[in-house]
Structures are given as C-alpha cells and as structure tokens.
C-alpha cells in the first residue's frame, strides 16, 4: 500500500505571500488531518477533512484553508505569510473519523517564510 | 483545554540500558493514547496505540506503555534499547468526545550510544 505522499519537501516563501501545500492520503483512507510542527515543539492540528468538509479546527487563524478532493488528496493554504508560520507542515491520513485505526503520516513539507 | 506533558526533552542512554519515557494527560474523560516515534529524516510512525482493555500495551520494536488512569499517564518503556531507537518519540492523546485531533506532548528527544 502506498503511504502519505506530501509536495513539496522544502518551500522558501516570503512575508506577505501565499502558499499551497499538497498531500496524497494513504490508500483507502478517506480523512486527511493537517498539523504545524513547530521547530523543537510537538504538532498542532490545524483541521480535519473528511468527505471534502471540515470537520474540526484547532487554534489557527482563518487564513489557514483547506480542501478535499473527491479522490481524498488535500491542500493546506496559508494566505499573508507570517515569519512565525515556518514551521514542517505534516499531513496524516486515516480511515474514517475518529483515527481509531491510527493516524499515517507524510514525512512532510518544510515552509520557511523570510 | 487539554494538554499532553512529557517531562524528559532530552535523554541520553548507553545501549541496553532500560528505558521509561513519561507522558502526562490532563483530559479527564475517555481518550485513546497513542506513541509516535520519528527516526532522524522520516516521518512520524505510529508505535503502539491504547483504546480500552489491558492497560498494558505492547507496540512495535519491544516497546510497551502502560496507561494508569488514576495518574492520567500513559508511559512508555523499553526494558533494553538499542543505538537504532535514536530517535524523537511523542505521546499524544484524542480525547473520544471532543472531535478526532490528536493532541501531541513537546516530544522527547532520545539518544542511545553505542
């Protein structure tokens, strides 16, 4: 089975800009959850997707957007770039709501905002 | 809000030394209890996951954690490690009425010497 594929790996981008990040969910896996992974922290849930709607939000402001894709494939957006925003951006798939089976996690996209 | 604790940021052991990681949870009610582990340049991976049952939960790689609800903690132990478990490891919690994100602890950062 194929796992979290997330693009790209690395992004540099600068104040003010806007940024997509793309992420593949594993094979069969119909929920996709987006986390910032803050240098020397623990991840922090953004939001959760689960048939192309949100269906939960952590503290992050509304310039962080999303979607899903009917294939389940997903896109975080950030809109006005803030320097506090870089961060490794983790993308995890799982099969229904609730993670019960567990959460698969992309190894991944790397954002720094200069 | 809820928050998970992990008191070690750093540990330093010798090979086939025993070791035991603390994690903390505040949440009161019913969660599941999950360790991630991230070996240096990959992705975050599941290690072992409790929902109910045997608070003794053995995972992957001779790791196990024990969920004593009485201390809402959820500890993870190793009886000998080896240099191969250098790695980050992180305690993180979903609490079951509260939405389907995983709330993460700061990490521990181990690392084994040869």
């Known amino acids: 089975e194929t796992g979290v594929t997330q693009s790209p790996t690395h992004l540099i981008k600068t104040r003010g800009q806007q940024v997509t990040l793309r992420c593949s969910s594993q094979?069969?896996?119909?929920?996709v959850s987006w986390y910032q992974q803050a240098l020397g922290q623990g991840p922090q849930f953004i939001f959760q997707?689960?048939?192309?709607?949100?269906?939960g939000r952590g503290n992050f402001p509304p310039r962080f957007s999303g979607l899903q894709f009917p294939n389940y494939s997903s896109e975080l957006n950030v809109n006005a770039l803030e320097l506090d925003d870089s961060a490794l951006y983790l993308c995890a798939s799982s099969s229904g709501q609730g993670g019960v089976s567990g959460y698969t996690f992309g190894s991944g996209t790397r954002l720094t905002v200069v | 809000a809820q928050s998970v604790s992990q008191h070690n940021h750093h540990v330093i052991l010798s090979e086939a030394a025993s070791l035991e990681l603390g994690c903390n949870y505040s949440?009161?009610?019913?969660?599941?209890l999950f360790w991630y582990v991230q070996y240096p340049g990959q992705h975050l991976q599941l290690l072992l996951k409790y929902f109910s049952g045997d608070p003794l939960v053995k995972g992957i790689k001779g790791f196990e954690a024990e969920f004593i609800k009485s201390k809402f903690s959820f500890n993870l132990r190793k009886p000998s490690v080896q240099w191969s478990d250098t790695a980050e490891y992180f305690c993180?919690?979903?609490?079951?009425?509260?939405?389907?994100?995983?709330?993460f602890g700061g990490g521990t950062r181990l690392m084994v010497k040869p």
């Open positions: 997707y689960y048939r192309e709607e949100e269906n």
């Open positions: 949440y009161g009610g019913t969660v599941n």
């Open positions: 094979s069969g896996h119909n929920t």
């Open positions: 993180a919690v979903i609490e079951n009425n509260a939405g389907n994100m995983l709330t």
